[in-house]
């Protein structure tokens, strides 16, 4: 062990490995990011809604395509970044006391561990930690959401990330930075969901490669080093996970979306309830789904990109010696 590994807690390695997925993947997939925002901010009631490429077309259709396609990627990339950051050091902080409460103080987290933990301990764990998140980075996905359904120049939107911020206090205060804050709590399901269904699978995996190179193990120790993933796997596992979790939780992407958007109250009705009420009136069922295809499109190459960078930095980085 070097003095970078010993320096490196697994807490570290965790935040680290999350704050280089989230700038990655957003600089990667922000432009799928504004269409899916745009999308899901479209009524059905008086005109025919605009296709996704019909978006993207029109994004396309200017002087500065590319300005247009990265608009608020700011607040986007802020958000993404600091929420990857501290989901997984959280995260981490909870799946470590969760394996001390099930097996005693004197356990450590790792494969030797007599009793597992369970997926309703990761869903727990990841709960715990997206409630964090959420009501810490709220007021970043506010001005992401206005920005990302505006075009820069159009009346009342927002010039940028700190001229967006001053309008929004100055016109909503406090509670502006916080709307809809509650639906997000309600979405901290989707987070648990996801790492309900892939942490379970990547156990599952790292189990058989385990059992299947018994060799490895008299080798290292078993226990003394992690498997590693590999990246094939990690599509497959990362994948499979986010689209259960994205189905079963989109509808409320939509009602955040529009409650956090301009104008929400007169556009969109008012409050979590009054939101719903509309979109099931006017759109149906439908309508909590706008832009599901769109978000699919979207997350899953956020998703894969986002695990590929999480699962090799956590692996390699403890590894690291600057010095070699």
Not at 156 to 177: D, I, M, N, P
């Amino acid at each position: 062990m070097n003095d970078n590994h010993a320096l490196l807690t697994p807490a570290l390695v965790e935040t680290i490995a999350g704050l280089s997925a989230g700038i990655i993947s957003t600089l990667a997939v922000h432009p799928l990011d504004v269409i899916k925002t745009r999308l899901q901010i479209q009524r059905n009631a008086s005109t025919t809604p605009t296709p996704a490429y019909g978006i993207l077309k029109g994004l396309l259709s200017t002087e500065r395509p590319v300005q247009r396609l990265y608009r608020g990627l700011a607040p986007n990339l802020i958000g993404n970044a600091s929420s990857w950051a501290i989901f997984f050091y959280f995260k981490s902080v909870a799946e470590s006391q969760l394996l001390r409460f099930r097996n005693g103080p004197a356990v450590t987290r790792g494969p030797n561990n007599k009793i597992p933990l369970t997926p309703l301990d990761y869903f727990l764990a990841s709960g715990i930690s997206g409630a964090i998140i959420t009501l810490s980075t709220n007021p970043i996905w506010v001005l992401k959401t206005r920005m990302l359904s505006s075009d820069k120049g159009t009346e009342g939107a927002y010039e940028g990330t700190w001229h967006g911020t001053k309008q929004l206090w100055k016109s909503e205060g406090v509670r502006g930075f916080y709307r809809g804050v509650g639906v997000s709590m309600l979405g901290i399901s989707h987070g648990a969901v996801q790492f309900a269904v892939y942490e379970p699978l990547k156990n599952v995996w790292r189990n058989y490669l385990a059992r299947k190179d018994d060799a490895k193990d008299e080798t290292y120790g078993k226990g003394q080093e992690e498997e590693k993933l590999g990246n094939t796997a990690t599509l497959a596992i990362s994948g499979s996970a986010k689209i259960v979790a994205g189905t079963a939780t989109y509808p409320y992407q939509v009602i955040r979306s529009r409650i956090q958007t301009y104008h929400a109250d007169e556009r969109f009705g008012k409050g979590i309830r009054g939101v719903v009420m509309k979109i099931w009136r006017e759109e149906g069922w439908g309508g909590f789904y706008k832009g599901l295809g769109t978000n699919i499109l979207r997350v899953m190459p956020a998703t894969w990109v986002t695990f590929l960078v999480y699962e090799n930095v956590r692996y390699y980085l403890p590894h690291w010696n600057p010095t070699a």
